[in-house]
């Protein structure tokens, strides 16, 4: 039996949007600070090149985000509309899939990166000065690859069944181990990168025993990762990967746009390049933000999806993107006002600092819209709509994002790349908008012939 039908099906939207999002948001917010740890402990060694290596190596990281997400946010979306159908036996098959698949994938990322360490690291733009150092990072990240990819995939999955203190106890388990063993291993230690990159692996390690924990002890849970309910037939296996590979998609292009706009900024030198990736970890709290509420109400768009309630999912969708726009509103003004201070955390080299300032500022000039496109790309993945899905996932960091990127840098130079994403972003909404119009349609239709 489904203990959580209730937030599901008739709690007024704000309180369910609210106990679905608030503590997906709360994560994403110790997440942000883990992140902002994690550089500032790696900028307190005053190496530039330490700082660097870590921003190149971040994108490869990327992909085994992708990994989970193919198997969290495919899961997830397929969890909350079987549990709306009432097939419960199915959800049991999705979660132990998700498991096994999900560690055997971790396993042979972890294999290509170990095997492939410094020709992966020098495509991405590795200099001499930084390729050391990045090396040392990604090998470690490479050893717990499984771990990295069960801990992303499961935060997911428990999420999708309306679980979302339970996931964000997970989550915020691992990153506070983390945040606990940096400052030690990266400084007391005196390990550098690597002191960061291992504290991640044991931060994840923690998140995967909890999870484990959860599922095996408690009896309010419908998932299972049980070998005899492991199942790739009843469209398990299909259903995953049509929604999960758009997730997926879209962190790979973060990893690949990542990669591409550190190949041009290479050519102006380290320092961009250790400037952009702290306004990347400076504008994650901003974006952070968003995303929580947007993975946060999947499950509930999902859920009234499979029930066939469009009207309350409407609602859902309405109220979750004028939530989104107003809080990138009010973050933007304050970016704005303490770009300064803020950049200052993580370094105090002086050029570093100049371009940072610049970055972090022409990255914010997208964030007041770019909550709605969280939103909708959600609602796509909830409602198993897997080619709006995919479109969205290859706008923003793909097929909008490239040719930008390319004709910005060469007809305005560094400029033009610092600006190229906000101009992709705010394009993208406008496609997203456009193709959540064209769908709702459709719902409209079912009604009326209902």
């Keep these: 039996m489904?203990?959580?039908?209730?937030?599901?099906?008739?709690?007024?939207?704000?309180?369910?949007?609210?106990?679905?999002?608030?503590?997906?948001?709360?994560?994403?917010?110790?997440?942000?600070?883990?992140?902002?740890?994690?550089?500032?402990?790696?900028?307190?060694?005053?190496?530039?090149?330490?700082?660097?290596?870590?921003?190149?190596?971040?994108?490869?990281?990327?992909?085994?985000?992708?990994?989970?997400?193919?198997?969290?946010?495919?899961?997830?979306?397929?969890?909350?509309?079987?549990?709306?159908?009432?097939?419960?036996?199915?959800?049991?098959?999705?979660?132990?899939?998700?498991?096994?698949?999900?560690?055997?994938?971790g396993l042979v990322i972890g294999t290509v990166f170990i095997i492939f360490n410094k020709t992966i690291l020098t495509a991405c733009g590795a200099s001499k000065n930084t390729i050391d150092f990045a090396s040392e990072y990604l090998k470690w990240i490479a050893l717990g690859a499984p771990f990295v990819v069960f801990s992303f995939a499961f935060s997911n999955i428990v999420r999708g069944e309306g679980s979302a203190k339970t996931s964000m106890f997970g989550q915020m388990l691992g990153m506070v181990v983390n945040m606990i063993l940096d400052p030690i291993m990266i400084l007391g230690m005196k390990m550098g990168v690597s002191g960061a990159a291992i504290a991640t692996i044991i931060g994840n390690i923690c998140t995967c025993a909890f999870y484990l924990v959860y599922i095996f002890s408690s009896r309010r849970t419908a998932l299972s990762i049980s070998p005899a309910d492991f199942r790739t037939n009843q469209g398990i296996f299909s259903n995953v990967f049509a929604i999960g590979t758009p997730a997926s998609v879209n962190n790979v292009l973060m990893s690949l746009s990542s990669i591409l706009m550190n190949k041009f900024l290479a050519n102006y030198g380290d320092i961009p390049i250790a400037s952009m990736g702290i306004a990347m970890k400076a504008n994650m709290f901003v974006v952070f933000m968003q995303l929580g509420l947007a993975v946060g109400v999947l499950p509930l768009i999902g859920y009234n999806y499979g029930a066939k309630n469009y009207r309350r999912m409407t609602a859902i969708i309405r109220f979750s993107a004028i939530t989104n726009l107003c809080i990138g509103t009010v973050l933007t003004l304050l970016y704005f006002w303490l770009t300064a201070p803020i950049v200052k955390i993580f370094i105090d080299n002086q050029e570093t600092v100049s371009y940072g300032i610049q970055m972090v500022r022409a990255l914010q000039l997208s964030m007041p819209v770019l909550g709605i496109l969280f939103i909708l790309s959600t609602a796509f993945q909830a409602m198993g709509k897997s080619i709006p899905s995919m479109v969205l996932s290859i706008s923003r960091q793909g097929f909008v994002f490239f040719p930008t990127l390319i004709l910005m840098n060469r007809f305005i130079g560094l400029n033009g790349i610092i600006y190229s994403q906000p101009i992709a972003d705010i394009i993208s909404v406008f496609i997203a908008i456009a193709m959540f119009f064209a769908i709702k349609k459709s719902f409209s239709k079912e009604q009326q012939t209902a």
Excluded: H, W
């Design 2 to 105: 489904f203990k959580n039908s209730e937030i599901f099906e008739s709690s007024p939207i704000p309180r369910a949007v609210a106990k679905l999002a608030l503590p997906t948001m709360l994560t994403m917010l110790v997440n942000v600070l883990y992140n902002m740890v994690d550089t500032y402990f790696i900028g307190r060694t005053g190496d530039p090149n330490q700082v660097a290596a870590v921003s190149i190596a971040t994108p490869i990281f990327l992909f085994l985000m992708a990994a989970g997400n193919i198997f969290g946010v495919g899961g997830s979306a397929y969890i909350s509309r079987s549990l709306g159908e009432k097939q419960y036996g199915r959800v049991k098959s999705i979660a132990s899939f998700c498991c096994y698949a999900g560690i055997f994938t």
